[in-house]
């Protein structure tokens, strides 16, 4: 196993939550939301303080596995409640490109941050952004690395359609980065499309995550087999259940001693033992707990955006 990998980046962002809240504007498409509890301002203080609590030892334990984790705190006076799920509003790519994503609730809208950006620049070799986040004027949405799974080494871009993957905006983002997109159609046990990809989805260097029984064309799901299967990765299909308790929403990053697989201790402990030893055979499982981000329809992957840039 190699330390490194154009697939697993060694830094990320995150963002740590002073007043966070299950999304009310999120929730009408995004069946993984949970309400927030009624109680008044204190249980809206408790939960704030247990995301925030979340945050600050996910990323102890990710520095602490060797990864590089730069942490914004984001303390909710524009109203932000979703701030926590960087991956959505921008992403990085290798030879110094950022791009920033046009989001489909307005709430949403106001997590873009210059600081961010800024020391993207100061820290890392940037040379151009690219925002589509004027495509929100014409109801255009592509929420980012939520929308899209990318596989960096076969430059595909995997998208389940929904109203947050506009497929203008995916074609321009894959023209502009040089990915093939690979659209295909959702539905679970309700009939719903899965709201964003990378919940049933997740593209490691070796393997693949894939909720393979949401796809919903035979022949696609089939293809989509096979395109992960070409570049040597073993393919781990993942159960309804086992979706439903955040297992595809991970992310492989590169550690100290090589590769881990962030996910959240409810997705570590639904997986199987034979799964969890595929996946040690080139990454090492590091569960964190979450359970109160996990409330807002999202999980580890969603809380982390990959730096694909060279260091300045």
Known sequence: MTLLSIQAPASVVMIRPHRFLPNPETAADNAFQRSAPCGGEGTAHSLAAAAHA????????????????????????????????????????????????????????????????????????????????????????LEGTGAMVLDHIARIAYTARSRRADPVALERFCTHFNFEPICFDTADADGHPVYHTNVMMSVATEFALVGMNLIVDPKR??????????????????????????????????????????????????????????IERSAQLLPLEVPTIEMAGGSVRCMLAGIHLARR
């Open 54 to 141: 979340e945050v600050t030892e996910a990323a102890r334990v990710l520095s602490a596995a060797g990864v590089c984790v730069h942490l914004f705190d984001d303390h909710g006076e524009r109203g932000t409640p979703d701030s926590v799920f960087p991956n959505n509003w921008f992403s990085t790519h290798p030879g110094g490109h950022v791009a920033l994503y046009p989001m489909h609730n307005v709430n949403r809208r106001r997590e873009r941050r210059a600081d961010v950006i800024e020391m993207l620049k100061s820290e890392y070799r940037v040379q151009d952004v690219i925002d589509y986040s004027g495509l929100e004027h014409d109801d255009v949405f």
């Open 221 to 278: 799901r089939d293809d989509i087999h096979r395109r992960l299967t070409e570049t040597g990765r073993t393919v781990i299909a993942l159960q309804n259940a086992q979706i439903a308790s955040f297992a595809g929403n991970a992310l492989e990053l590169s550690g100290r001693d090589g590769r881990v697989l962030a996910l959240s201790r409810r997705a570590f402990e639904c997986l199987t033992h034979q799964q969890r030893e595929l």
